[in-house]
């Protein structure tokens, strides 16, 4: 059988795949990444780039800004009424619930600006009863794939899915006497069939096959519609550029505090003329070395301070790499769409105060929409595989408290001067409960609680 399905590459798959890349690596960090993220000077010997390879440390924004996202969307969980509950509490039958999926698939698509969703089932024979059903979990299941997973895909004129391409890295361990068994796969799911191909020393072999009950393609494609609808890049590209060159910048204050602290020698061009020798006791053992570089000694002619010493670069240099640093960080959550203030509040007006907190909002209102069609979508591939799943009803929450809170509690206080009536005050009072949950999430049962205490006293 051909081996073209382990090398085909959808196009944009092939255009994006570098990046895609990098990004999961910055995201990951760790010494590898810190390997291939830090730039070697020009004129950087090898002891020296080295010496700092080691020594050097990431602060990993781009992992905090995908993460953030998704908490900040998923901070309060979806309302799901008349859904399976066995589905729920394990989505991907793996243990995963609904929430901790849609999580993944959150930060997916912060980091790759595309991400997948996967519905399918078990593989079995024979007839299936409620009771072996219930023993093996022969049931549908949802899974979250990244980008790099689906290799090609292709659309028919319907507007859905006729094929997708899925890779996977296989792992047969279950004999705990021999070593594991790595295998490279491809699966092929098409609208009314499915393939297993499995890439063999000498060729490729179809394992495994079976119908696809569903008519089309269980696969939802959720991409940002700003990023890549638009054939442009994704912005995680961007982000990872400019961590990468705090990284750089942190790694130079680093060797400079280094330097500080154990200086350079500079010796005198006589001392290096004169052939002196460097041996314990002033012995012969090794013949001095003179090198162009910042952890070998500089070499100054007699006409100059002709003085035997040590050198060190100033602090200076350090509080200007750290304030770029923080300049840097500033503009990095500014350009996600996460800053909410500009560096000085007071500088700011009002309604550039009312204008950030917007974007924030909608920016997060936005990707709760994409998530929330994305579990919608899952849920009826499900249906489609059971018609005995019960689809809830899904709703995202919209509502971001991102407010200038002491603003806000003021002119609260501002408004119970009025002289109203008790309405006007209960309302006072609700809006206040909900500043009270954005401080700190107040629970269902005292918000009820607080929620009478305001109709019978207000």
């Known amino acids: 059988m051909s081996s073209y399905l382990f090398t085909r590459r959808h196009p944009e798959y092939a255009a994006s795949e570098q990046v895609w890349r990098r990004s999961a690596q910055a995201y990951s960090g760790g010494a590898d990444y810190i390997g291939q993220a830090l730039i070697r000077h020009v004129s950087e010997i090898d002891i020296e780039f080295a010496e700092r390879r080691k020594r050097a440390y990431y602060f990993n924004y781009p992992r905090a800004i995908a993460r953030r996202i998704t908490q900040y ?3 309060a969980e979806p309302l799901r009424q008349g859904g399976t509950p066995e589905l729920m509490e394990d989505f991907s039958r793996t243990g995963l619930r609904v929430n901790e999926v849609m999580r993944q698939l959150s930060t997916l698509l912060n980091v790759y600006g595309r991400a997948w969703l996967l519905v399918e089932t078990p593989c079995f024979s024979g007839p299936v009863d409620l009771d072996r059903a219930r023993r093996e979990r022969l049931r549908p299941y949802c899974r979250a794939l990244s980008p790099l997973d689906v290799v090609d895909w292709a659309y028919g004129n319907d507007g859905k899915l006729l094929w997708v391409l899925i890779s996977e890295e296989y792992t047969d361990n279950s004999d705990p006497f021999l070593p594991p068994v790595k295998s490279r796969r491809r699966r092929l799911i098409e609208r009314h069939f499915w393939r297993l ?64 602290m154990f200086g350079m020698l500079v010796v005198s061009d006589a001392f290096v003329r004169g052939g002196r020798k460097l041996g314990q006791g002033g012995g012969s053992e090794g013949n001095f070395a003179a090198t162009v570089a910042r952890s070998a000694a500089i070499v100054e002619s007699v006409e100059e301070k002709g003085i035997s010493r040590f050198i060190s670069p100033s602090g200076v240099e350090n509080a200007a790499i750290r304030q770029e640093n923080a300049c840097l960080k500033r503009e990095l959550y500014d350009v996600v769409g996460l800053a909410v203030q500009s560096a000085s509040r007071d500088a700011q007006t009002a309604e550039a105060k009312s204008w950030d907190f917007h974007n924030v909002r909608q920016f997060l209102s936005a990707r709760a929409d994409l998530l929330e069609q994305a579990e919608k979508a899952a849920w009826s591939f499900m249906q489609k595989f059971d018609p005995g799943v019960k689809i809830p009803e899904v709703v995202y929450n919209r509502k ?50 607080i929620l009478d205490e305001i109709e019978k006293t207000a």
Not at 204 to 224: D, K, L, M, R
Not at 403 to 426: H, M, N, Y
């Open 73 to 75: 969307v998923l901070a």
């Open 197 to 260: 191909y499995e890439q063999g020393a000498d060729e490729v072999q179809e394992i495994a096959s079976g119908v696809n009950p569903v008519g089309e393609v269980p696969v939802a494609e959720i991409t940002e519609p700003d990023g890549f609808g638009l054939e442009s890049g994704h912005w995680f590209e961007d982000v990872v550029r400019i961590s990468e060159a705090i990284l750089n910048n942190e790694s130079e204050a680093q060797m400079n505090v280094v330097k500080q």
């Open 400 to 449: 971001f408290a991102v407010r200038d809170l002491a603003s806000a509690i003021g002119g609260l206080l501002q408004l119970r001067e009025l002289d109203t009536g008790p309405e006007f005050r209960k309302a006072l009072h609700r809006s206040a409960l909900d500043m009270l949950d954005a401080i700190g999430t107040v629970s269902h049962a005292d918000r009820t609680r």
